[in-house]
């Protein structure tokens, strides 16, 4: 493969990044979406810094007009400043005031766009206290081991709410490097199919099973082959919280790394002294090694979880 430019970067699957070249970035069109999907830390960051350096602007503004403003110390910075806050944010505590037509024009507009500001950062935070989200714990690794005398990929995801997520479904995608007919490299995408899809509730856990059989995408690999084809499992779960009303999704990427060859997961289901059924989620991401007499037969009776 020949090299090529820079680009933009664009995350791609698990430890993966796609460089785009010849796209004009046009930043200001994609800002509002920027800012939605920008951490909570981060949109502060920036709606703090705006704030700050709007403010010094029109500061710096009543300061090129001169002695503008009454009652503030003649070249005052921070009395300036101080002034532009108290317009942006239509405060008027009446202790400083314009006094020229430049400065009253000067406030005027600083109050126009204090106004257009609140407005546009008032719809960000609502925006982003309404956009619905689902909180799944999906496993760290995936296994693959014996499950019914067949070898299979799995994986196991935990609703971390305490709302229950109903109809939910469960999408597993295998993307790979491959190469066609004709001899032209491609990276494709193949479907697995799991043993259960959907699931009526999603309250608690859930453990999603691919059988390795002769059709399976995955029939005939091992670790070493998935590495050399750059192979990624990415993951979909969608459903409708029934406590917001509102469809969530969650998505999880595994790298060839992220699989773990004849391991488990550790059985986290148990029962109290009471009778009640616990789950512990300390050992959620814990996996054993599948002893010798598992992985020549089927599962044991025994084997407690959702699959």
Not at 275 to 289: E, L, N, S, T
């Amino acid at each position: 493969m020949r090299p090529l430019g820079d680009g933009n970067q664009r995350r791609a699957g698990p430890g993966r990044e796609v460089v785009a070249i010849g796209l004009r970035r046009q930043p200001g069109k994609d800002l509002y979406h920027s800012l939605l999907t920008a951490s909570w830390r981060r949109l502060f960051v920036l709606v703090a810094v705006a704030y700050v350096c709007s403010n010094a602007m029109f500061a710096a503004g009543y300061l090129l007009e001169g002695d503008v403003i009454e009652n503030a110390r003649p070249g005052s910075f921070l009395d300036a400043f101080f002034f532009s806050v108290q317009t942006m944010a239509t405060i008027g505590y009446g202790k400083m005031a314009p006094r020229t037509t430049l400065a009253n024009a000067l406030v005027a507009t600083e109050a126009l766009v204090g106004v257009m500001g609140l407005a546009v950062v008032t719809g960000l935070v609502f925006a982003k206290f309404s956009r619905p989200t689902a909180r799944v714990l999906f496993s760290r690794v995936a296994v693959v081991a014996p499950y019914d005398g067949v070898p299979s990929l799995m994986f196991r995801m935990a609703n971390e709410r305490a709302s229950q997520i109903v109809e939910a479904q469960l999408h597993a995608v295998v993307l790979r490097d491959e190469t066609t007919a004709e001899g032209e490299p491609v990276r494709r995408a193949h479907d697995l199919h799991l043993r259960r899809s959907r699931s009526a509730v999603f309250a608690l856990t859930w453990t999603a099973i691919h059988p390795i059989t002769p059709d399976s995408p995955l029939h005939g690999e091992d670790a070493a082959s998935l590495a050399a084809k750059r192979t990624d499992l990415i993951v979909s779960l969608t459903g409708f919280d029934e406590s917001l009303s509102q469809s969530v999704h969650a998505r999880r990427g595994y790298g060839p790394s992220d699989l773990r060859w004849g391991s488990r997961f550790e059985d986290i289901l148990g029962q109290l002294p009471d009778g009640r059924q616990a789950i512990d989620y300390r050992k959620f991401h814990d996996i054993v090694p599948v002893e010798p007499a598992r992985a020549a037969g089927p599962a044991p009776a025994g084997r407690r979880g959702s699959a």
